[in-house]
C-alpha cells in the first residue's frame, strides 16, 4: 500500500473511533499510501494496444438540453438528524449518452443558520473520501461566519461509500494487500508484490468492471454542476482539500462560468505526472517527518535515545527494518502481523496533524522498546479506513480507482521499480511505499488517454489555492504549481504542519479564507500565514 495521493481528511469528531485523540487526521480517502490523481474528461473506449482494457478517452460535449433533466430535478430532501437533511439525486452514468443507465449521488446538506446566501459545497479528498462523513462535522470544519449564510453541502462522489461505490475485495483481502511488503527487497518480493496488484485491478473489474471508466474526476466535477443546479445557485461556492483541490480545479476548467468561489486548500499539481507526483510527496512526508523529530526533542517523552534528528531519522530505519525481518507485537487479537508496511502506515498517519504528534511519540516509544506495534497498527488504520471488526469502508477501492483513471502510469515492472529505488534515496521511509503503491494501476481495466497538463480555468473568477509549507500528503510546491497554472489563481500559504491549513489554528489563514468565501475578497498573491502559536 502507499502513502498516497491526496489522502482525505476526517474530523476527529466526526470518526471517533478512526481518527483518535487530536483535531483530525487523514481518513484515507482515501487513503494514503494509494495513488495520486490527475485529470480529463473521459469515455470508453476499446483499446487498440490492450486487448480487453478500456481506456477512458476524451468525452465529447453533450448538448445542454439532454442534460436539462438532471439539472432541473428537485429531490426530496428529509431529515436525517442533528438539523442534517440528506438526498438522493441522479446523474448520468456516462455524460457523452446521457439518456443511458443513470446513477445516485448521496448527499447532505446543514441549513444556514441566518440568512441564506447560498450553498457551499465541500469535499474533503482522497480520491475516495465520503463527503457525507465530512458534512457531519460541518460545525468544526467551516466557520460559524460562513454557515450563518451558506447551507454547507456535502456529497459521497461517484464509486464512494454511498454513491454507486466501487466495491474489489473483502475485508481478510483488503488486509492482506495493505500488509503487503511494499518496499520489496528481493525478486521473489517483488513478484508476490506484483501478483497482489494484478489480483487488485482483476478484482476491481470482476465487481465494478461497468463504474470503472466513468469514476474519474471530470465526471465528478460535471456531477458537481449538476448538483449546483439542483441546489438552485447561480455559482458554485467550492472549499476542497486535498484530492479536493483538483476536484475543484477541474470544475473550473469545465464550468468556468459557473464559478462563483473556489478555496482549493492542500493543493494538487495536475500538470505534475503521476510517478513525479509520488517523488514529491514522498519527500513531503519525509521533511514531516523530519519536523516531528526535532520537535520530539522538546518533550520529555521523547523516545529516541539520539539527540539529533538525523540519528532519531536512523532509529525510525532501524524500527522499520526490525518489523520486516521480524513482526512487531499485536494485542488487538484480530491475527494480524505488524510488519514494515503497517508500521510505516502507523507513522504516516500523524503526520497530517501536528496536535497527533504526542500519540506517534508514545506509539513510537511502545515499539522501539517493547516491540509492541498495536499503537501503530491502530492508527494505520485510521489511514486505511478499516473498522474495528475487520471490514473496510470502499476508499482504498475508491482511491484507486479514479488515480487510475486519472493519471497515465507506467505498465512495466522495471519502471515501478526504478522510480522506487531513486525516491528510496531522496526519502528513505517512505518513497518505495509511495512508488511501489501505485503497481495496480499498471494493470487497470480502465485508463487515462491522456498526459497529466495544467489546469487553467480560464475566465474563471480569482481562486483562492491554500498551501502549508510542511504538508506531508501535499507538499507546498504542488500548491505553488496550481496557483501559478491557474489563469486567476491566487496563492496564500501557511507557515505550518500537518495536512491542510484552514480551520487548522490559525487565525490569518481563517480570516482570509472567510473573507474571500463571504465577499469575494482574496488575499495578496503570495501572502503567507505565520506559524499559529
Not at 107 to 114: C, F, H, T, Y
Request: aromatic content about 6%.
Amino acid at each position: 500500500m502507499r502513502l498516497a495521493g491526496q489522502t482525505a481528511k476526517v474530523t476527529h469528531r466526526t470518526k471517533r473511533r478512526s481518527d483518535g485523540p487530536g483535531r483530525r487526521l487523514a481518513a484515507a480517502a482515501v487513503i494514503a499510501l494509494l495513488p495520486v490523481s490527475a485529470c480529463s474528461a473521459r469515455t470508453p473506449a476499446p483499446s487498440s494496444q490492450q486487448p480487453g482494457v478500456t481506456k477512458a478517452l476524451p468525452a465529447m460535449r453533450t448538448p445542454a438540453s439532454e442534460l436539462r433533466p438532471f439539472y432541473e430535478q428537485r429531490p426530496d430532501w428529509s431529515d436525517c438528524g442533528d438539523g442534517f437533511q440528506c438526498a438522493r439525486i441522479q446523474v448520468p452514468l456516462d455524460y457523452t449518452k446521457p439518456s443511458g443507465e443513470r446513477i445516485e449521488l448521496s448527499a447532505i446538506r446543514l441549513p444556514a443558520s441566518g440568512t441564506r446566501a447560498g450553498s457551499l459545497l465541500i469535499n474533503p479528498g482522497g480520491p475516495g473520501g465520503s463527503g457525507i462523513q465530512y458534512a457531519r462535522a460541518a460545525k468544526s470544519v467551516v466557520s460559524e461566519r460562513v454557515r450563518e449564510q451558506y447551507d454547507v453541502v456535502g456529497f459521497d462522489p461517484r464509486g464512494v461509500g454511498e454513491s454507486t461505490p466501487v466495491h474489489c475485495m473483502t475485508g481478510a483481502q483488503l488486509d492482506k494487500y495493505v500488509g503487503m511488503d511494499s518496499s520489496p527487497d528481493s525478486p521473489a518480493e517483488v513478484t508476490e508484490l506484483d501478483n497482489a496488484s494484478k489480483q487488485f485491478a482483476e478484482r476491481c473489474e470482476a465487481q465494478s468492471a461497468r463504474l470503472l471508466p466513468h469514476v474519474g474526476t471530470a465526471d465528478a466535477a460535471r456531477d458537481m454542476d449538476v448538483l449546483r443546479g439542483v441546489l438552485g445557485d447561480a455559482g458554485l461556492t467550492y472549499l476542497g482539500k486535498s484530492y479536493g483541490t483538483y476536484l475543484g480545479a477541474m470544475y473550473a476548467e469545465l464550468f468556468p462560468k459557473n464559478v462563483r468561489a473556489l478555496v482549493l486548500d492542500g493543493a494538487v499539481d495536475p500538470a505534475m505526472s503521476a510517478i513525479k507526483s509520488n517523488e514529491v510527496q514522498a519527500k513531503g512526508f519525509e521533511v514531516a517527518l523530519r519536523a516531528f523529530a526535532e520537535d520530539c526533542f522538546l518533550d520529555g517523552a521523547c523516545p529516541f535515545t539520539s539527540r539529533t534528528v538525523d540519528g532519531a531519522m536512523k532509529e525510525i530505519s532501524d524500527l522499520l527494518a526490525r518489523a520486516d525481518r521480524q513482526p512487531l507485537k499485536n494485542d488487538l487479537g484480530d491475527g494480524r502481523v505488524v510488519n514494515e508496511a503497517w508500521t510505516v502506515l502507523g507513522i504516516a498517519t500523524p503526520l497530517y496533524e501536528r496536535t497527533a504528534w504526542p500519540q506517534l511519540r508514545q506509539a513510537l516509544g511502545q515499539a522501539m522498546t517493547h516491540g509492541n506495534g498495536t499503537s501503530l497498527l491502530r492508527m494505520a488504520d485510521l489511514l486505511v479506513d478499516r473498522r474495528s471488526d475487520g471490514t473496510y469502508s470502499n476508499q482504498t477501492e475508491a482511491n484507486m480507482a479514479v488515480n487510475c483513471v486519472d493519471h497515465r502510469y507506467p505498465t512495466s515492472l522495471d519502471a515501478y521499480g526504478k522510480a522506487a529505488d531513486a525516491a528510496g534515496k531522496t526519502a528513505p521511509h517512505f518513497g518505495p511505499f509511495v512508488m511501489w503503491g501505485s503497481l495496480p494501476c499498471a494493470y487497470w481495466p480502465a485508463k487515462s488517454a491522456e498526459a497529466d497538463k495544467p489546469i487553467k480555468g480560464a475566465g474563471a473568477p480569482p481562486i483562492l489555492v491554500v498551501g502549508t509549507l510542511r504538508d506531508p500528503a501535499t507538499p507546498y510546491e504542488w500548491a505553488q504549481g496550481l496557483a501559478k497554472e491557474l489563469t486567476s489563481g491566487v496563492l496564500l500559504g501557511y507557515d505550518g504542519d500537518g495536512h491542510t491549513a484552514y480551520r487548522s489554528g490559525s487565525t490569518c489563514v481563517d480570516t482570509a479564507v472567510d473573507d474571500y468565501l463571504l465577499t469575494l475578497r482574496a488575499p495578496k498573491n503570495g501572502t503567507v500565514c505565520p506559524k499559529a502559536t
